[in-house]
């Protein structure tokens, strides 16, 4: 297996941290407020990053927010070949979506796949009034027509290249986000 190194720090722990406070505060701005808005992080990074934002949700407009995780394993397009033996994470949505404003959590948007994946999986679970996108790191290169609603950063990389987020719920020494290439 080839390993990866540091092309580029996209942002340390204090970068994410300011990254999810803007985008906190632009998920409630779009949602006019928190009315029927519920969190749905993607696993994996993204249940830590729904966990965070609905954190900063709580200390600026007081209320508790929904939160939920959603595995998107059997999902995937390419789950039968290029995944011989998948393993399926939680999904914990213990929440009603028929009605609510949905957003659906990641920490990295490429291709759009594993958004699309997500939605499918959601959909087996109600009908939400509508499901929006937010996103730690836009890298572009898409493959079908999504876009994130909320962005905490943007950046442009080759396709040879990749984003990592390091986040401390996952075991890393510190938050971080970097593009890698194959060393």
Do not use: W
Request: aromatic residues 2%; negative net charge; proline residues 3%.
């Amino acid at each position: 297996m080839s390993q990866l190194k540091m092309a580029r720090r996209l942002m340390d722990s204090g970068g994410i941290q300011r990254a999810l406070d803007r985008m906190a505060i632009q998920l409630v701005e779009l949602n006019e407020g928190t009315e029927n808005l519920a969190l749905v992080g993607i696993h994996r990074a993204g249940v830590p990053l729904a966990q965070r934002l609905a954190d900063r949700i709580k200390r600026a407009e007081g209320v508790d927010v929904p939160i939920g995780m959603i595995d998107i394993t059997l999902y995937r397009d390419d789950v039968f070949i290029g995944l011989p033996q998948p393993v399926v994470g939680r999904t914990e949505l213990d929440f009603d979506v028929t009605n609510c404003t949905l957003v659906l959590i990641d920490d990295v948007l490429y291709t759009g796949r594993t958004v699309r994946a997500a939605l499918d999986a959601v959909m087996d679970f109600g009908r939400p009034d509508s499901i929006r996108l937010a996103v730690l790191v836009d890298r572009g290169h898409r493959e079908l027509p999504i876009a994130a609603d909320v962005v905490g950063a943007t950046v442009k990389t080759s396709k040879v290249e990749t984003v990592e987020i390091e986040l401390t719920e996952m075991g890393a020494a510190m938050d971080g986000a970097a593009v890698m290439v194959k060393a």
